[in-house]
Every structure is written in structure tokens, then in C-alpha cells.
T-cell receptor, first 117, second 111 residues
């Protein structure tokens, strides 16, 4: 199956600083990637859709100026959490689209645990 | 966003038993995907279903795409300890390429 990596796997930062998380599709090209947030014992919550070469599409309630997304190439999307606060602490997971209209699949990265102190 | 109704929320079973979980929706989906997530990891795709009525197996796992396109089930036969984790269903519908996720089923396998 297709492989998606994320870096870093975990990060601890101080309140007010910014953190960048990378999502890479390793063996396929992904025009579209997705960023999710997951709280303990809960399902995945879609934050935004990242489109290569264009602006990301954010879900309702997600601050685009706080969660900056850049999809600069067909294999890399980045999520930058700006001016992080303790309430931003969460598990952030990216995914990448693969397949055709007849066989759509979405593969997930291993996630990034962010802790803001 | 919208969530699918996934049940049961959690299951405790003995090793060797079969397991069944399902997802239902008020909306029609064109694709159903089943994922497994272990602690501290991202979801891993188990089975993908593309046609109403489709029945697909992956080892001890079997999943079906409901004929109404509003439901899907996942069966795990002869469970083993490494089956422990959270299982999510996810649906893809219409022209949107965003997945709608179920709330998850936490599976615990007792030795």
C-alpha cells in the first residue's frame, strides 16, 4: 500500500511559539492531502483540505491564520501551528489521496503528538 | 462535520471469538473504507468497498457495502490479541473527496 510519513512524530513547544509539521507521500504523488486533529478516545476531525499549488480549504471553525497549510509539491504538505497555546495540544494526522475515481483510497500518516506547555 | 453511526462503541471478547461491527448513515455513500488505529499511530486502511452489495475479504477480515449504500459492516473471525485497537468506518459520498468518519469501535481481545 501507499506510504505516508509525518515529521516530527512528537513535539513539545512553549506557548506562543510556532510549530511546523510535515506530511509526505513517499511512493506516490498526492494532489490532495488532508489534515485531521484527534483528541483522546475520539474520532478524527477534518481540519482542512490541502491542494497542491492552491490555497487550502478549511473546515468551519478552523482558523486559517492559526493553522497555516502549504502544499508546495505533489509529495509534501506542511501544517504550521502559529502562536501555539495549550489548547492546541492534540494528535495531528495527515492523509493523502490515492487511486482513481473507481478505486478511491486515502492513506494516513503515523500522526504527530503536539504538546504545548 | 457529519459523523456516521458506528456500533458498538466498545467490545471485550475472548481470543478466538468472531467480532462484528457496523456503520449506518442517513446519507448515501459511494465508497466505504474500514481503518484500524493503534495507540499513538495513524489509521491503517484495512478494506475498501466501492459497489453496493460488494463483499470483500482481507485475511480474517470481511466487510460488506450495504445494498442501500447507507451502511457497512466489518467482521473479524477468530480474533487474536493483535486485533486490539480502534476500528473506524469512513464513507465517501457525492462529489466530495472528504471522508466522513464513524465514532470508532474500541476492540479488546482477552487471552
Amino acid at each position: 500500500g501507499a506510504v505516508v510519513s509525518q515529521h516530527p512524530s512528537w513535539v513539545i513547544c512553549k506557548s506562543g511559539t510556532s510549530v511546523k509539521i510535515e506530511c509526505r507521500s513517499l511512493d506516490f504523488q498526492a494532489t490532495t492531502m488532508f489534515w485531521y486533529r484527534q483528541f483522546p478516545k475520539q474520532s478524527l476531525m477534518l481540519m482542512a483540505t490541502s491542494n497542491e499549488g492552491s490555497k487550502a480549504t478549511y473546515e468551519q471553525g478552523v482558523e486559517k491564520d492559526k493553522f497555516l497549510i502549504n502544499h508546495a509539491s505533489l509529495t509534501l504538505s506542511t501544517l504550521t501551528v502559529t502562536s501555539a497555546h495549550p489548547e492546541d495540544s492534540s494528535f495531528y494526522i495527515c492523509s493523502a489521496e490515492s487511486g482513481t475515481s473507481a478505486s478511491y483510497e486515502q492513506y494516513f500518516g503515523p500522526g504527530t503528538r503536539l504538546t504545548v506547555t | 462535520g457529519q459523523q456516521l453511526n458506528q456500533s458498538p462503541q466498545s467490545m471485550f471478547i475472548q481470543e478466538g471469538e468472531d467480532v462484528s461491527m457496523n456503520c449506518t448513515s442517513s446519507s448515501i455513500f459511494n465508497t466505504w473504507l474500514w481503518y484500524k488505529q493503534e495507540p499513538g499511530e495513524g489509521p491503517v486502511l484495512l478494506i475498501a468497498l466501492y459497489k453496493a452489495g460488494e463483499l470483500t475479504s482481507n485475511g480474517r477480515l470481511t466487510a460488506q457495502f450495504g445494498i442501500t449504500r447507507k451502511d457497512s459492516f466489518l467482521n473479524i473471525s477468530a480474533s487474536i490479541p493483535s486485533d486490539v485497537g480502534i476500528y473506524f468506518c469512513a464513507g465517501l459520498g457525492g462529489s466530495a473527496r472528504q471522508l466522513t468518519f464513524g465514532s470508532g469501535t474500541q476492540l479488546t481481545v482477552l487471552p
